[in-house]
């Protein structure tokens, strides 16, 4: 049992005996106490004190003493007004220990045949360019927030949509027969993802010259827009797609065939996957039925042009286009499609969308649509709302292919290692294997953990060169300080250093408040899963490994001629270095053995 559940279940008697209070032990939360106090772990007594009728500070000093007299964890304790602070008996932090180093999941709960079951929907590409930062943290919020809410006891299901169909998808299309000369990813050597991506700017380049020739023969933009054969063009094409024309339908798969691959290489670089793949393509037409359906049921209506609508006035919201009158579909009609596939795939009890916050009101929409068709999931449905990210010099925009690509950007991310890691010397002595084993470790690292230490609802600047720095709240500093732990314990392996009983060894102050801090751990994981915040997970490893390093400089472990002082901070350092492992497991960063 945690020190936290043993604090809690012991102040929950003492209020009982005390007071007469009933206190469910899950409402007392012990907090660890501030530097500036005496103690390991505070306790709020303000909930009690009109039962007690006594002063704050009486009703402190009342449990605390309790707690003295009944709890062998319980050592000493002091009152600050409303706030109960108790030290820690010193050699109970050693049990702690044991604890943590006994259990192989420590900071987990395992899934259950009943756990709930939850869906993560994440990337959600279109197949008319490759992957580019942006969808990087999309992508790594979505996989890590998988990682959390399974290490959380739930069982997950990592989905994708891809968006794989419409005009943005015709434009590449139509570039690629006009000014290509039949190129593919083979005959040019380029990764499918980013041929076809060089077509979708390429239709841009030469959209914005045509518009360009007509508006300088006197035409407005609108009326050069208007005009534009080109853009007619493509909207031609997209019809014929949609009427199934099969010159137009095999030159799609072709190309999206190329994208998909350029796709699979750039996740499993990544170290992401899913479970579960939709395309727009198959579900838009579901998404028609379904609204149709609600329109027989009078959950939706018609106007007189055959357009079909939801009013959500009643709500608070205004009245949203679900067909058009031509009857083509739109976003929300291919969402609500979707929901429908995956209603229909898993029996799902929640659905997390992890999609941008500029799509806040898009599913504010889908929430009270699903909910009304009957999705038992649809009014509780989680948009994971994230803020945007840019480069120092500002925003990125595809078309002009001016966005940073995925694919670029872990290349640059590996080399910069490489040559900070060789500046610094702490590649010295490995073999090449290895070197480019640990540049490509530590560069995705860096990449990974930069993204995911912010806060997600925050828009962020990405700058590669600062998140490659090995020291401060960077990936390479928590993985050069693991790798060191590792090295260390190596030594101690060589050196014969044999653990010994450490129970009664009285801890000092370091070494106590690292064990509080590892004791942390499960809360941190369960707090990131309620909150969907994987930088509490990045936060807190950071603050783990700074109270480590404090930790190595001030004890020293191999010249520490006490055998059981020694085996006591070998075990720490052990515990540590696998907490940091699991922590950058659940961001998806791995961790160097040697460094």
């Not at 001030?554 to 001629?561: F, G, V």
């Amino acid at each position: 049992m945690s020190i936290d559940k043993i604090i809690s279940e012991a102040a929950s008697k003492a209020v009982k005996e005390l007071y007469g209070i009933d206190a469910d032990p899950a409402s007392i939360a012990p907090q660890a106490t501030r530097k500036e106090f005496e103690g390991n772990l505070t306790i709020v007594v303000f909930p009690w004190v009109k039962a007690a009728r006594k002063a704050p500070e009486a009703v402190g000093a009342e449990i605390g003493q309790w707690l003295v007299d009944n709890e062998p964890a319980v050592a000493a304790f002091n009152v600050v007004k409303g706030f109960l602070n108790l030290v820690i008996t010193p050699t109970f932090w050693n049990s702690v220990l044991v604890a943590i180093e006994s259990e192989p999941n420590y900071g987990f709960k395992a899934a259950g045949p009943e756990s709930p079951l939850v869906m993560v929907e994440y990337s959600s590409p279109n197949t008319n360019k490759p992957l580019h930062l942006g969808h990087l943290r999309n992508i790594l919020l979505g996989s890590s927030l998988a990682n959390i809410l399974g290490a959380c006891g739930n069982r997950v299901v990592k989905t994708n949509i891809v968006n794989d169909r419409g005009i943005h998808i015709c434009k590449s299309m139509l570039a690629w027969q006009r000014w290509f000369d039949g190129a593919t990813p083979e005959s040019t050597g380029t990764k499918g993802d980013h041929l076809v991506g060089d077509c979708y700017v390429s239709f841009d380049k030469h959209y914005k010259e045509e518009l360009a020739e007509l508006q300088a023969k006197g035409m407005s933009k609108e009326e050069a827009e208007a005009a534009s054969t080109i853009m007619a063009d493509a909207r031609a094409m997209l019809r014929k797609w949609e009427e199934g024309d099969p010159e137009v339908r095999a030159l799609w798969e072709k190309m999206n065939s190329w994208v998909y691959a350029g796709f699979d290489q750039t996740y499993e670089r990544m170290g992401v996957g899913f479970d579960k793949i939709y395309y727009e393509s198959k579900t838009y037409l579901d998404g028609k039925e379904k609204v149709l359906e609600g329109l027989e049921k009078g959950v939706f209506y018609r106007r007189e042009d055959g357009s079909v609508w939801a009013d959500l006035s009643a709500d608070g919201l205004d009245e949203k286009l679900l067909l058009r009158s031509d009857g083509t579909s739109v976003y929300m009609t291919q969402d609500i499609g979707t929901a429908k596939q995956r209603f229909d795939d898993y029996d799902i009890d929640r659905m997390i969308y992890v999609v941008g916050n500029e799509q806040n009101y898009h599913f504010q929409v889908l929430s009270m649509l699903l909910d009304r068709l009957g999705f038992s999931w649809g009014k509780d449905l989680v948009h994971f709302s994230y803020g945007m990210v840019e480069l120092p010099e500002g925003k990125m925009k595809s078309r002009e292919g001016t966005v940073v690509d995925a694919d670029d950007l872990m290349a640059d991310m590996t080399a910069t290692a490489r040559e900070v890691a060789v500046s610094l010397g702490k590649l010295d002595g490995m073999p090449q294997e290895e070197i480019d084993s640990v540049a490509e470790t530590v560069g995705q690292g860096a990449l990974k953990y930069f993204l995911l230490k912010v806060d997600p609802r925050k828009n962020m600047t990405f700058n590669p060169r600062e998140s490659i720095d090995f020291n401060g709240n960077t990936g390479p500093f928590i993985q050069y300080t693991y790798a060191r732990i590792r090295s260390v314990l190596r030594r101690c392996e060589e050196a014969g250093m044999a653990h010994l009983d450490y129970s009664a060894v009285v801890p000092n102050e370091k070494e106590i408040a690292l064990i509080q801090r590892l004791a942390d751990f499960p809360e941190v994981v369960a707090e990131a899963g309620r909150n969907y915040s994987p930088a509490l997970i990045a936060n807190y490893c950071y603050d783990l490994v700074k109270e480590y390093n404090q930790f190595y400089h001030d004890c020293s472990i191999l010249r520490e001629e006490d055998r059981a002082i020694c085996s006591l901070r070998m075990a720490i350092s052990d515990a540590t270095a696998k907490t940091i492992k699991k922590s950058m497991a659940l961001l998806g960063i791995n961790v160097p053995e040697r460094m």
